[in-house]
């Protein structure tokens, strides 16, 4: 049994550890600096210094406070949408429920949304004669895969459903796909070709 190699180490300027050190002691500067001023300050002027020694501690320590706050707020706005990050998609104020297949790249939308969105009924049965596995129950509704719904949103002649072609194809079909989706067999009409 051979040991586990260990990562060469790293060479040359760490700016993120940098900035944290640095970080680090400036606050345990500030914190030096105030306790000692306000204790002068407590000394010379009893609780009128101890006053005016709150005012400087409120000066020193803003940014920190504001960047403590900032660091709250992302933490906190992070463990609220943790449930949906990656699921969540919207067309102009329509929620749009999105499935991610993990095997293959492609993409599932709920029919019920896309109806509600579109302001039409999607019809599946014109869906799954267009294609056997385009369709896909789950617990909350029916789901229909990318290719297929952006096909039929392409062929209907209403403006909406080309706004919402255009987006299915922005944000759910190439997003799924990678940097090459453009360049495959299976890209949309008008997507550039392989040079």
């Known amino acids: 049994m051979t040991p586990a190699r260990r990562p060469p180490p790293r060479l040359g300027f760490d700016a993120a550890a940098h900035e944290r050190h640095h970080w680090w002691r400036a606050s ?10 306000s204790a002068l300050l407590w ?5 009128a210094g101890l006053l005016v020694s709150l005012m400087l501690w409120a000066r020193v320590l803003a940014s920190e406070l504001m960047a403590l706050g900032e660091t709250a707020w992302l933490a906190l706005r992070w463990l609220a949408f943790r449930p949906v990050q990656g699921r969540f998609y919207q067309f102009k104020g329509h929620r749009i429920r ?4 993990g095997v293959e790249r492609q993409r599932w939308l709920a029919l019920e949304d896309l109806a509600t969105a579109l302001g039409a009924p999607v019809p599946a049965s014109l ?16 789901y229909g895969l990318d290719d297929t719904v952006l096909a039929w949103l392409r062929e209907q002649r209403n403006e909406r459903a080309g706004r919402l072609a255009l987006w299915v194809e922005r944000d ?15 890209a949309p009409t008008g997507a550039p070709a392989d040079d």
């Open 28 to 37: 345990l500067l500030k914190l030096a600096v105030c306790g000692g001023v």
């Open 43 to 47: 000394w010379i002027g009893g609780w």
């Open 98 to 101: 999105v499935l991610e297949d």
């Open 127 to 142: 869906l799954r004669r267009r294609r056997a596995d385009a369709l896909r129950a789950e617990r909350d509704g029916v």
């Open 172 to 186: 759910v079909w190439y997003p799924a796909r990678g940097r090459k989706a453009s360049y495959t067999e299976g």
